[in-house]
Each structure stands twice: as C-alpha cells, then as structure tokens.
Nanobody, 114 residues
Framework: QVVESGGGLVQPGGSLRLSCKAS????????MGWGRRAPGNQREFVAS???????NYADSVKGRFIISRDNTKNTAYLQMNSLKPEDTAVYSC??????????WGQGTQVTVSS
C-alpha cells in the first residue's frame, strides 16, 4: 500500500514536493513511480525510479521534476519545480516489483494557478 501527501495550491513558477510512503517489506527492490490525471484526461506517466536508482521522466517534466527515494524511510519523493498551469492534476504514486502488478495510491491534488 502507498499513501501520497504534499499536494496543494501553488502559483505558476512555484515548487512542491510530493511524498509517497509505502508499507510492507522489500521497498528497496521495488520500482516507484508517479502518474497524474488531469480532469477529462487519462492518467499519464510522470516519472519512475528503480531499486537501482535508475530514473525515467516524461518529456513534459524533464528538467523540472526530480524523483528520488529514501529506502530508510520507505518513501519516494517527487520534487516539482517551475510548475505550470498544465501540471494541474491528481498525482498518484505507484509501486511494483518484477513480475507483479503495479499498485496505486489514492492520489493528491496539485493545482497550479495564480
């Protein structure tokens, strides 16, 4: 199970850091990810980080967002900088291991508006 936190309202150009706390074991070997869903759209990939700290980003967030993890806290993070109104969405965290289904959290709302 994963639980997200850290969403909120921010002005364009601002920053937010999302957190994703995972319960259960074997966190360090899991791949953690973030997706987002804007109103009227399907969920889209944002970023992921493997157990070996290999990262991957959607083109729309490269250079602005940073995904990281702290295995001592069973937590993954998404640092979001230079936020734009089009980043407004519900951001959800995911966790998976090789050969297992990806599980998603409930999500946290991020609104970028002046």
């Amino acid at each position: 199970q994963v639980v997200e936190s850290g969403g909120g309202l921010v002005q364009p150009g601002g920053s937010l850091r999302l957190s994703c706390k995972a319960s259960g074991g074997f966190f360090s070997s899991s791949t953690m990810g973030w997706g987002r869903r804007a109103p009227g759209n399907q969920r889209e990939f944002v970023a992921s980080i493997t157990g070996d700290n290999m990262t991957n980003y959607a083109d729309s967030v490269k250079g602005r967002f940073i995904i990281s993890r702290d295995n001592t806290k069973n937590t993954a993070y998404l640092q979001m900088n230079s936020l734009k109104p089009e980043d407004t969405a519900v951001y959800s965290c995911s966790q998976e291991w090789p050969g297992t289904a990806r599980s998603w959290g409930q999500g946290t709302q991020v609104t970028v508006s002046s």
